[in-house]
């Protein structure tokens, strides 16, 4: 096939013999597009997106337990888990396409083992969501006459650090093992895997909560505990995440082999120039 015929293909077509690699010199367009990745200047957009994605997330995330000390009475535990789940249920299908929705330094620390992500962008995308999760807890604390702590997660009373670590190490054994899951192959869609994570988010919530918070979130645990001033026990809700996320890595080995196929990066890197490790696997 001739370059000037694969000029004139639909995008999906020449897409999808990039993929299974049918072209050996790719159109100008995409060319470009490859070219396009290193330039920096397409950087500061995935890292506002994800800044933004995290402010949002972590003002539902935290705004729950602070608008119910600040207003008795009003806010349920139910609510209060349920509002950040659809929150990121929204934030995915948003802004998904952008950069990837990760919104948790655990997520972007996963995809990056996973070999969807590379590591290079994950120093920038760690400090922009903690960045995100800052700036909302200091509205919030700016609105509400609260203190920020009661928009963190500590380990239950009674319960020791250890027990709470465990917990946020197995809640985030299932949210990771959800978006790689939903990343890969024929589940690659942005409702399903909005959907997926969304519901993750709430019924872990529902029944684990109690313990630990059920943060599952670095970043959505710093704000709070940044401008509050209170880190304690903050290592729990950085190992615990941390820590499932790799669990959660290998079990995706397990049951797909590797990473770095082309719907798998797409999902990790949304479709600003996405750069596909092993272009052949799907």
Same mark, same amino acid.
């Not at 992500?117 to 400090?127: E, K, L, T």
């Not at 970043?219 to 001033?229: C, Q, W, Y």
């Given at each position: 096939?001739?370059?000037?015929?694969?000029?004139?293909?639909?995008? !999906?077509?020449?897409?999808?013999?990039?993929?299974? *690699?049918?072209?050996?010199?790719?159109?100008?367009?995409? !060319?470009?597009?490859?070219?396009?990745?290193? !330039?920096?200047?397409?950087?500061?957009? +995935?890292?506002?997106?994800?800044?933004?994605?995290?402010?949002?997330?972590?003002?539902? %995330?935290?705004?729950?337990?602070?608008? *119910?000390?600040?207003?008795?009475?009003?806010?349920? +535990?139910?609510? %209060?888990?349920?509002?950040?789940? @659809?929150?990121?249920?929204?934030?995915?299908?948003? /802004?998904?396409?952008?950069?990837? &929705?990760?919104?948790?330094?655990?997520?972007?620390?996963?995809?990056? @083992?996973?070999? !969807?992500?590379?590591? =290079?962008?994950?120093?920038?995308?760690?400090?922009?969501?903690?960045?995100? =999760?800052?700036?909302? &807890?200091?509205?919030?604390?700016?609105?509400?006459?609260?203190? %920020?702590?009661? $928009?963190?997660?500590?380990?239950?009373? $009674?319960?020791?650090?250890?027990?709470?670590?465990? /917990?946020?190490?197995?809640?985030?054994?299932?949210?990771?093992?959800?978006?790689?899951?939903?990343?890969?192959?024929?589940?690659? @869609?942005?409702?399903?895997?909005?959907?997926?994570?969304?519901?993750?988010?709430?019924?872990?919530?529902?029944?684990?909560?109690?313990?630990?918070?059920?943060? /599952?979130?670095?970043?959505?645990?710093?704000?709070?505990?940044?401008? &509050?001033?209170?880190?304690?026990?903050?290592?729990?809700?950085? =190992?615990?995440?941390?820590?499932?996320?790799?669990?959660?890595? *290998?079990?995706?080995?397990?049951?797909?082999?590797?990473?770095?196929?082309?719907?798998?990066? $797409? &999902?990790?890197? *949304?479709?600003?120039?996405?750069?596909?490790?092993?272009?052949?696997?799907?």
């Amino acid at each position: 096939m001739t370059e000037e015929n694969e000029l004139e293909k639909p995008g !999906d077509e020449i897409v999808s013999d990039i993929v299974h *690699g049918r072209i050996t010199h790719l159109p100008v367009s995409v !060319d470009r597009a490859i070219e396009d990745f290193h !330039d920096s200047s397409q950087e500061w957009r +995935r890292l506002f997106s994800e800044l933004l994605g995290t402010f949002f997330l972590v003002l539902a %995330a935290a705004g729950g337990g602070m608008m *119910g000390q600040a207003f008795p009475n009003t806010i349920s +535990r139910t609510a %209060a888990v349920t509002a950040p789940a @659809l929150t990121v249920f929204a934030i995915i299908l948003f /802004m998904g396409k952008v950069s990837g &929705a990760h919104l948790n330094p655990a997520v972007s620390i996963a995809f990056a @083992l996973r070999g !969807d992500f590379p590591w =290079a962008r994950v120093p920038g995308y760690i400090v922009v969501q903690l960045a995100g =999760a800052s700036l909302a &807890a200091w509205f919030l604390a700016g609105v509400l006459p609260v203190s %920020a702590k009661y $928009g963190s997660n500590y380990p239950a009373s $009674g319960y020791a650090a250890g027990i709470a670590f465990v /917990m946020e190490l197995v809640l985030t054994f299932g949210l990771v093992s959800v978006i790689l899951g939903t990343a890969s192959g024929a589940q690659n @869609l942005g409702v399903i895997g909005a959907f997926g994570v969304g519901a993750y988010i709430a019924l872990a919530g529902l029944w684990a909560s109690p313990v630990s918070g059920a943060s /599952m979130n670095p970043a959505r645990t710093f704000g709070p505990d940044l401008v &509050a001033g209170d880190f304690t026990s903050y290592w729990v809700y950085v =190992a615990g995440p941390i820590a499932g996320a790799i669990v959660a890595v *290998g079990a995706a080995f397990l049951l797909r082999g590797r990473g770095g196929g082309a719907s798998g990066s $797409g &999902a990790a890197q *949304g479709d600003l120039n996405t750069k596909v490790a092993n272009p052949r696997k799907p």
